[in-house]
């Protein structure tokens, strides 16, 4: 597949772009409008940052015990399920007086239900497109995201200031109610990708087999870690700068949309290996000036150049594809995707304790110090091993 215009050529291609766009949209707008309202009721850093990424956390139990479900369910029923999940979830969330603990009940909920539609997505996306397209879609729904984030957080930055934070809640319910029926309506019944029953020992066993390969197991921590501590530095953008965070957010989602364009579309093929390690570090090194708190338009630059890094997840993602089984292909990008989220909401969580006890520009430097400290430990590990292998199929020399 050459380019985007065979892309979106291809049949359910676009209504799923479409259904992925409402559902991006609804998350940034109820993310930045649920941190607000949670951050305006508690004044806490922790409790702010759970609210926009603790939907994430329990992605690892959806991991653990649900996974099974993205290649064994219907993919159009299992998203339209997904979708209505979140609708449901996200109008509760806009009710007046819900206490923070129903909060996080409700983002519990719509967690798990997140992590199946991931697997589900992904593993749809590799199915439409086929593996030589796989990597050009991705590309296209992470440029996609990075757009509609940017335009997302501007919106909820206006709604949040213009209207109240609960009636942006109830827009973003509005707009998964929306990619429902685009999904029911566009996209034509498919049978499951693999047999059997979803169920938790399913799950396990594909997990296991995932996990146990040393390859795999490298680039699955390198999409989840270095990646999720730097999403714990932006995690903390209400708290460091309240009246701005909208205009940090939205430059975050410009420079991802960035990264994409250049990795999907500009580098050429062979060299987008050499590609990982450098991304990976740029996206965590410009966070560590915070702890000098920044003006403004310094700190909107860093933003910026930092996500351009986050364009590394492309090339990771085209290397899993590569190493996973056919018929564990839904799975294998559910895992990638929920042990990413699981890794954000953690990251989330740490940075805003970190807050708590310190501040919050002290939090975002250590956190993107201990990214790259990890991208660091896993180039090497890999250059190890490589060179273990070498060794290994290199004959001995006669005597």
């Not at 649920?34 to 009721?41: M, P, S």
């Not at 589900?120 to 397209?133: A, C, P, Q």
């Not at 909820?156 to 934070?165: C, E, I, Y």
């Not at 990008?333 to 501040?359: E, F, P, R, Y």
Request: proline share 8%; aromatic share 6%.
């Amino acid at each position: 597949m050459r380019g985007y215009r065979q892309l979106f050529r291809t049949p359910e291609f676009t209504p799923l772009f479409l259904a992925s766009s409402a559902n991006v949209m609804a998350q940034t707008v109820g993310g930045l409008a649920l941190g607000v309202l949670v951050f305006r009721a508690t004044d806490s850093p922790l409790l702010s940052a759970l609210s926009m990424f603790g939907q994430s956390l329990p992605q690892v139990l959806g991991a653990t015990f649900l996974l099974s479900g993205a290649d064994r369910l219907p993919p159009r029923a299992a998203l339209t399920g997904v979708s209505v999940v979140l609708a449901a979830g996200t109008a509760v969330l806009a009710l007046p007086a819900l206490p923070v603990w129903a909060v996080f009940a409700v983002l519990l909920g719509q967690g798990l239900a997140a992590s199946l539609g991931g697997g589900v997505r992904w593993g749809l996306v590799n199915e439409i497109l086929s593996k030589d397209g796989y990597l050009l879609g991705r590309s296209v729904f992470n440029m996609m995201a990075g757009v509609v984030q940017i335009l997302g957080f501007a919106t909820g930055g206006v709604l949040v200031a213009v209207l109240s934070p609960r009636v942006s809640l109830l827009l973003a319910a509005a707009l998964y109610g929306v990619a429902a029926v685009v999904v029911r309506l566009c996209l034509t019944p498919r049978p499951p990708r693999a047999t059997g029953r979803p169920s938790v020992s399913a799950t396990w066993r594909a997990n296991v087999l995932l996990w146990s390969s040393p390859p795999r197991r490298r680039v699955y921590l390198a999409l989840w870690i270095p990646n999720g501590l730097v999403v714990g530095c932006e995690s903390l953008f209400v708290p460091y700068a309240p009246e701005a965070a909208g205009t940090l957010f939205a430059c975050a989602a410009l420079g991802m949309l960035a990264g994409d364009v250049l990795v999907g579309r500009l580098v050429p093929p062979r060299l987008r290996p050499r590609l990982g390690f450098p991304l990976l570090l740029l996206l965590a090194v410009p966070y560590v000036p915070f702890l000098l708190r920044p003006p403004l338009p310094l700190a909107v630059a860093a933003v910026t150049l930092a996500s351009v890094g986050f364009g590394a997840s492309l090339v990771q993602q085209e290397r899993l594809v590569a190493l996973t089984p056919e018929g564990l292909t839904g799975h294998a990008l559910g895992l990638h995707s929920s042990g990413m989220l699981t890794m954000q909401g953690v990251a989330a969580a740490l940075a805003g304790s970190v807050a708590q006890l310190t501040s919050p520009s002290l939090a975002m430097t250590a956190m993107a110090v201990a990214s790259a400290a990890v991208t660091l430990a896993l180039t090497a590990a890999g250059r190890r091993e490589r060179r273990r292998e070498q060794r290994a199929t290199t004959p001995v020399p006669e005597q």
